[in-house]
């Protein structure tokens, strides 16, 4: 029976770039000349994880790049080899290649191979710098071995009683033994115990095994590699004449082996694999699974265990119901309302991350950037264990890149400017994050240079932006930093100064159903605050009505509600309406006119206007009804039906209608563009 592997290699993808993770974190707090064992054992047991996975599932390329990474990290642990800069930056450079190898064989890609051969290269000659001087090089970490005798090699394999508790497969390790040459073994059987007596899961077997043909011993020593601490190993040439003396009795216990020789050697079984298999989704592999914690499932359990005995009660109820009963009915239904409640949130709960997942790319970073701006920086995190909803975590890691690296590039001095400021030469970078609400709040906080409040005002008023003579307040003023194409960099480089990316950071974050907000001192530095929900999947809304549909507007979105007075209600043009609501003018937008439903009446007498606030804009969205507040779960439209402008999705409501839920920003931006085309027809009547 043959193994899909392709289901354990996505559990070693994800482990991987989780140990890739580790060596990154443990490099950069790594200086020269550093002597921490334990971190060294950190980044070497990784990089040992990796290489070893690698080989398991084919993937030659990667394993053989790790192993001389890890030979290099030997050295490092053996004391062999001191910890230098150079060192430190060509370790990350390794962990960047092996992530983008990693990432291009689960996407199907292909990899940049002159960059890997470049870094490898570097690899090869720091490892035979130190080489050149070594007599015999450590058995078990020379990369490659000119040994090979004509004849082939006899191995002794006795694995300890505990082996196979770890995962490991000899019939596998025979497999790929086979695959390199001319395989025979005799299987030993002398502590084999009396079959009442045995342990499925003890190792009792041991083996004699020959090799026959030109054959590296570095090849085999790769494939026992995986079990070299839990096994007795010899690997020995064949001398002359010996191979007629082994004779391949194998018996029962390894007739799975016997059957596996006849397999095709491993790269071309790797081949026929891949041949057979469909073509690869372009997906992330970190979006693949997600990692819960046992106590998370505990009270998932507990609360299924509830409703079921609820369930239980209501149905000894419904047998012979009469209206003596109707008080424990209700209490029954009070009590399964509670119980889903809680049921909803241990689930909510479970897809619920730390938002470290997304500030842990920020150290590398803000090493690489500082490095190349030639200034120097101090990242700080608070909150890490802040957590928010994985589907939010993903979305929000871009928008949370590029205020980084503006923050470093535009708000951070240089040295020499900052001492001359009367500042320490290094400048300190903040990520922040907590909740507040039902929200969570992150922070970007810098102690650089702050923004220039006359500089971004000249540029916008060059551009048309603001007029001449307009005076803004400073809000509206930072506001700007986001329009597409705007930047007030002097000099474009590659780190920005093209006006790309605040324009999306804003985008990207209301399409999240947040808002990104600036507050700066000049000298002192900025803050730029994100506000996002900590779920995508359910929101809190406030149900209408328009006629016979109801609607459901986000509670984060409305500003108040109140009864139209007609006095303060005036027209322009004719034709677009807008009222005023104490200094602000607001335009009026009937919900009915935008989604083509009948209301109940069409005149602003006495009508309802809810304001509401979407893309930093303002409006009053007339109704019929106020209906009250409820948490709904999302429906997305585009998956079960298609797109809809000025809709964000659906949801079904207690008594089984669907509401549709209202996209505030995307309604605003509909009866703007109703205004100007109504204006253009009145221009040209």
């Not at 929900?533 to 016979?548: F, H, N, S």
């Amino acid at each position: 029976m043959s193994i899909d592997m392709e289901q354990f290699k996505v559990t070693f993808v994800e482990e991987s770039l989780e140990g890739l993770d580790i060596m990154e974190s443990v490099l950069l707090d790594m200086h020269p000349g550093a002597t921490d064992a334990e971190a060294i054992d950190n980044i070497f047991r990784a990089a040992h994880s990796i290489k070893g996975g690698a080989a398991t599932f084919g993937l030659g390329d990667i394993a053989n790049f790790t192993h001389v990474v890890e030979t290099l990290l030997d050295e490092v642990r053996n004391g062999d080899r001191d910890i230098t800069q150079d060192a430190i930056v060509l370790f990350l450079s390794s962990v960047d290649c092996i992530r983008e190898m990693l990432s291009a064989d689960q996407n199907g890609e292909a990899v940049d191979h002159a960059h890997i051969e470049q870094i490898k290269a570097g690899l090869d000659e720091m490892l035979g710098s130190e080489q050149e001087s070594e007599t015999v090089p450590a058995e078990d970490t020379a990369p490659t071995s000119s040994a090979s005798p004509d004849n082939g090699w006899e191995i002794i394999f006795k694995p300890f009683p505990g082996m196979l508790r770890t995962g490991n497969d000899v019939v596998r390790m025979f497999r790929e033994l086979a695959g390199l040459g001319d395989f025979t073994a005799v299987v030993d059987t002398e502590n084999l115990p009396p079959l009442v007596d045995m342990d499925p899961e003890e190792a009792y077997l041991s083996w004699h095994i020959t090799l026959n043909g030109e054959i590296d011993k570095a090849q085999i020593s790769e494939i026992f590699e995986w079990v070299e601490d839990d096994c007795e190993l010899e690997i020995l040439p064949l001398k002359g004449g010996d191979t007629e003396t082994v004779v391949n009795d194998i018996t029962e216990e390894t007739s799975p082996a016997e059957l596996q020789i006849a397999s095709p050697p491993p790269e071309r079984r790797v081949e026929e694999d891949r041949r057979q298999q469909p073509a690869r989704k372009t997906t992330s592999p970190e979006s693949s699974s997600i990692r819960v914690g046992i106590d998370k499932v505990d009270d998932l359990i507990n609360m299924v265990g509830e409703l079921v005995i609820t369930q239980s009660m209501l149905s000894q109820l419904g047998e012979d119901f009469d209206m003596n009963r109707v008080e424990r009915l209700n209490d029954g239904l009070a009590e399964l309302e509670r119980n889903t409640r809680e049921l909803q949130e241990s689930v909510m709960r479970i897809r619920m991350l730390p938002i470290s997942f997304a500030f842990n790319r920020f150290p590398r970073m803000v090493h690489d950037l500082s490095a190349k701006l030639d200034k120097k920086i101090e990242l700080t995190m608070s909150g890490e264990q802040t957590e928010l909803d994985k589907t939010v975590m993903e979305k929000i890691g871009d928008p949370l890149v590029h205020l980084v690296r503006n923050s470093i590039d535009h708000g951070i001095e240089t040295p020499e400017a900052r001492k001359a400021a009367g500042k320490s030469e290094t400048g300190v970078v903040n990520l922040n994050a907590y909740h507040q609400g039902g929200n969570i709040i992150i922070e970007i906080n810098d102690d650089g240079a702050g923004l220039n409040y006359e500089k971004i005002l000249a540029k916008a008023i060059e551009r048309g932006l603001v007029g001449a003579n307009e005076e803004l307040p400073e809000e509206k003023v930072y506001e700007l930093l986001f329009e597409p194409g705007f930047s007030t960099a002097d000099v474009v480089s590659d780190v920005s100064g093209r006006g790309v990316g605040m324009d999306v950071v804003k985008r990207n974050i209301m399409a999240l159903g947040g808002r990104v907000d600036v507050k700066s001192v000049p000298g002192e530095g900025s803050t730029f605050t994100i506000r996002l929900p900590l779920t995508l999947a359910i929101l809190d809304g406030q149900l209408v009505r328009v006629g016979d549909n109801t609607y459901i507007i986000p509670l984060v979105s409305i500003v108040e509600s109140l009864l139209v007075d007609q006095k303060n209600v005036n027209e322009i043009a004719g034709k677009a309406e807008v009222y005023q609501l104490r200094s602000d003018y607001l335009p009026i937008i009937r919900l009915y006119e935008v989604f083509g439903v009948e209301p109940d009446k069409r005149s602003l007498d006495d009508g309802l206007l809810v304001v509401v606030e979407g893309d930093s804009k303002k409006g009053g969205l007339l109704v019929d009804e106020l209906l009250g507040q409820q948490q709904v779960v999302i429906k997305s439209l585009e998956t079960n039906f298609r797109r809809v402008e000025g809709l964000s999705g659906a949801t079904i409501l207690g008594d089984g209608t669907v509401a549709l839920i209202v996209d505030v920003a995307g309604v605003v931006r509909l009866s703007r563009e109703d205004e100007r085309c109504s204006n253009n027809q009145i221009v040209a009547a």
